[in-house]
């Protein structure tokens, strides 16, 4: 059974960087692509962007400028970075699984990060 | 970006109800949606993808159907596990965009 992990600070100033990491067990990385999402009272789910096990990469527009997707594969992670954060990142933090077995739909959810932005 | 509005807000029902929840997107998507459930503290979890296809191990009283703009998830007789939220998604263009939910609560 796939299994998806988040971790990285919960607590970032603003102006600073959020960083978090997304460890996969039970399965390899390779063959899929693998996505940030977040979720928020006031903006509900937001797509972040993904990295393919290729290490190609793809993020939301309104993000773009401040994103970061990378993927080790030896130790079969992918992790987030967004930089420049203000109070309206604040967000529980969800890593995800997709590929051709749930036809490029997320399928594998990690139990979320929550990150606040303050000083 | 294409905008996923579902409808109702909120449903309350009874145990042993029809739910009929509904997805309507801003341009046609094809049949590139996928339905989701999410409980308390918990991740969405995938139930039915493509519109129409239940995902492996969902339960044959959730079904999906539709096709371009409009798109309904019915399930046919509510157990007490399907009181949650139902969001929808859909991956016909970039960025994929998820509607605002609809909350099935118990009346």
């Known amino acids: 059974q796939v299994q998806l992990q988040e971790s990285g600070p919960g607590l970032v100033k603003p102006s600073e960087t959020l960083s978090l990491t997304c460890t996969v067990s039970g399965g390899s990385i390779s063959g899929y692509y693998w996505s940030w999402i977040r979720q928020s009272p006031g903006k509900g789910l937001e797509w972040i962007g993904y990295v393919h096990y290729t290490g190609s990469t793809d993020f939301n527009p309104s993000l773009r400028s401040r994103v970061t997707i990378s993927r080790d594969t030896s130790k079969n992670q992918f992790s987030l970075k967004l930089n420049s954060v203000t109070a309206a990142d604040t967000a529980l933090y969800y890593c995800?699984?997709?590929?051709?077995?749930?036809?490029?739909?997320?399928?594998?959810w990690g139990q979320g990060a929550l990150v606040t932005v303050s000083s | 970006e294409i905008v996923l509005t579902q409808s109702p807000a909120t449903l309350s029902l009874s145990p042993g109800e029809r739910a009929t929840l509904s997805c309507r997107a801003s341009?046609?998507?094809?049949?590139?949606l996928a339905w989701y459930q999410q409980k308390p503290g918990q991740a969405p979890r995938l139930l039915i993808y493509d519109a129409s296809n239940r995902a492996a191990g969902i339960p044959a009283r959730f079904s999906g159907s539709g096709s371009g703009t409009d798109f309904t998830l019915t399930i046919s007789s509510l157990e007490p596990e399907d009181f949650a939220l139902y969001l929808c998604l859909q991956r016909s263009g970039w960025p994929h965009t998820f509607g605002g939910g609809t909350k099935v609560e118990m009346k």
């Open positions: 995800a699984r997709s590929g051709d077995e749930s036809r490029g739909y997320l399928d594998y």
């Open positions: 341009q046609s998507i094809t049949s590139y």
